[in-house]
């Protein structure tokens, strides 16, 4: 998927602000874990080599890391959520289920990377009740089909942009 394809997801300037400066660190820590590979490798037989491996498994872990944040970074919307009629990637959200306005949940409308940011739940827009709630206006019922198969019907009681 090329970034053009891509889709955008929102991100405060904090949270953007965040997730840069972990890519500069784990960027900055390359030397470090090369020469781990390197003093672990000097060891000897590379077949039993337990730390030998498992620096290069970790190394592995931390160039994928690496990729995904440059390519989420590429494909970020930095700035503010525009105040809207309906609700939108990065908003507050919260909602009641099923006819029981006591049953209340708060959440963030977002991308999984922003739950570093905060202390709410965050759901996908591309989750089942991320995906019902999208376009929802407040007082508005939507219903979506959770992963167990079950129909859940929720209201939306409100909704504003996140403020992380």
Known sequence: ???????????????????????????????????E?????????????????????????QEHRIQYLKEFLRNAEVGEVQTADEVTPGSVV???FDEDNTDTETFLL??????????LTVYSPESALGKAILGAAAGQAVTYTAP????????????GPFEG
């Open 1 to 35: 998927m090329s970034s053009s394809e891509a889709q955008k997801t929102w991100l405060s300037q904090d949270a953007y602000d965040r997730l840069q400066a972990e890519l500069d660190e784990l960027i900055a820590a390359r030397p470090a874990v090369a020469a």
């Open 37 to 61: 590979i390197n003093a672990r490798r000097e060891e000897g037989d590379l077949r039993e080599n337990g730390g030998y491996h498992a620096a290069r498994e970790e190394q592995g872990k």
């Open 94 to 96: 919260t909602i009641y």
């Open 110 to 119: 977002g991308s999984r990377e922003i739950a570093s940011t905060t202390d």
């Open 148 to 159: 167990s198969g079950a129909d859940i019907k929720v209201t939306v009681v409100k909704f």
